[in-house]
């Protein structure tokens, strides 16, 4: 009897593990989430959002003719796509023209105050100390969404997108790292929002990537890049630019003093810095990197490889694929979805129910062989 309860019990203790793994609907591909590793994790922050986390996970999409990454499969059924490569360098915003006298939240015009676009009424710092008018868009908002978008997004990579709310709230740079937390920045990214084209990732996005437990907090002391490690958007890969923007204001409750690690004062934007961490003045000249969202109805093919990306397409074959890629035209399911996906359905993940089905089947096993090994020896006695 013991040794059935043994082997039982040892079979439950690898099922158990992946009971919680359930199969999602990526771009009509299923894809079963995981507990560890690379690949696709159930967002524990935000319900109904699915994100892609470590330090190569199958998320590469062919999108616009280029390598993109895909962060997450939004609530709403959106895919929120990060460019592979870095755009040139360029200042967060240029300082010429804007951030005047009306704009009081920024202390020093000159160098901007890394707020991503005009908000209405007060812009305020999660804590307070820092508040004021932001009347005028960024540099870098106003040429990703002119220049960028109309001249560098072709015509089929257009009508995949769709015009999506991004949160531009400033992040704080804390002190002591014990107050700080993903909850507490998602909560600073979400007190304001802006709703176009093309923007930047967030700060939590970058924080969510990686597997690392330690990588919880933006208030980080010493190389970023120890603690955030194990994550894609830290991986600089064949880029030589070093630093790239982030779509949240920065905010140093301590002072107005530059501080080291993701952020500086009040002044600036947060910028990621692929490697140990640092200063990003948003009047220096660090590098975009495009967000846009993707419908939630584009079909994919593909096996989200480098080597073999997602592509979107309504017909996919392994020998049309590269051609799609350019031709394919999805008109046929944009004309009803211009602001609106489809019902979001969640894909019952078989694997889990087998999981569940087997562990209750060895529950019942072990209370069966109990009940007979007692039977049996009642009789011999």
């Known amino acids: 009897m013991k040794k059935i309860i043994i082997i039982t019990l040892f079979i439950l203790g690898i099922i158990l593990p992946n009971i919680n793994v359930k199969a999602v609907s990526i771009g009509g591909i299923n894809v079963d989430t995981i507990n560890s590793g690379d690949g696709l994790y159930i967002d524990s922050y935000e319900s109904g959002r699915y994100i892609y986390r470590g330090q190569n996970p199958n998320n590469y999409i062919k999108f616009n003719g280029e390598l993109w990454r895909i962060i997450a499969k939004e609530a709403d059924g959106t895919y929120k796509i990060i460019r592979n490569d870095l755009l040139d360098k360029m200042p967060f915003d240029n300082g010429s023209h804007r951030h005047t006298q009306n704009n009081t939240y920024c202390t020093e015009p000159s160098r901007g105050c890394g707020v ?58 804390l002190d002591d790292a014990s107050q700080d937390s993903i909850e507490r920045n998602q909560q600073g990214e979400g007190m304001y929002t802006w ?27 010493g190389n970023v890049y120890d603690s955030c490690n194990n994550n894609y958007l830290l991986d600089r890969g064949s880029n030589d630019t070093l630093y790239y923007w982030t779509i949240n204001a920065s905010y140093n409750i301590s002072s107005y003093s530059s501080s080291v690690v993701w952020g500086a004062s009040a002044i600036n934007n947060w ?12 009047n220096t000249y660090n590098s975009p990197r495009p967000v846009v969202f ?11 490889t480098e080597s073999d990306p997602y592509i979107v397409s309504d017909k996919c074959s392994n020998e049309n694929q590269e051609e799609q890629t350019d031709s394919t035209n999805i ?3 944009t004309e009803n979805n211009n602001n609106q996906g489809p019902e979001v359905v969640e894909v019952p993940s078989t694997s889990a129910y087998g999981s569940i089905i087997i562990a209750v ?21």
């Not at 978008?149 to 704080?172: D, M």
């Not at 993707?294 to 989200?304: E, Q």
């Not at 529950?363 to 011999?380: G, H, L």
């Open 116 to 173: 991503y676009a005009a908000v209405d009424g007060i812009f305020k710092s999660q804590s307070n100390l820092q508040s004021g008018t932001v009347t005028e868009d960024s540099s870098i908002k106003e040429y990703l969404n002119d220049d960028y978008y109309v001249n560098n997004i072709n015509e089929i990579a257009k009508k995949q997108i769709l015009s999506h709310s991004f949160n531009i709230g400033a992040v704080e740079y």
């Open 294 to 304: 993707l419908k939630s109805d584009v079909k994919f093919c593909g096996s989200g």
């Open 195 to 221: 709703t176009g084209n093309v923007g930047l990732a967030n700060v939590t996005d970058i924080l969510k990537a990686s597997i690392n437990p330690l990588c919880t907090s933006a208030t980080t002391s």
């Open 271 to 282: 910028g990621v810095y692929i490697g140990p961490a640092g200063v990003a003045y948003s």
């Open 331 to 333: 008109d046929g399911n």
């Open 361 to 381: 089947l060895g529950i019942i096993c072990v209370i069966v062989s109990v009940f007979v090994m007692r039977r049996v020896t009642k009789k011999e006695n």
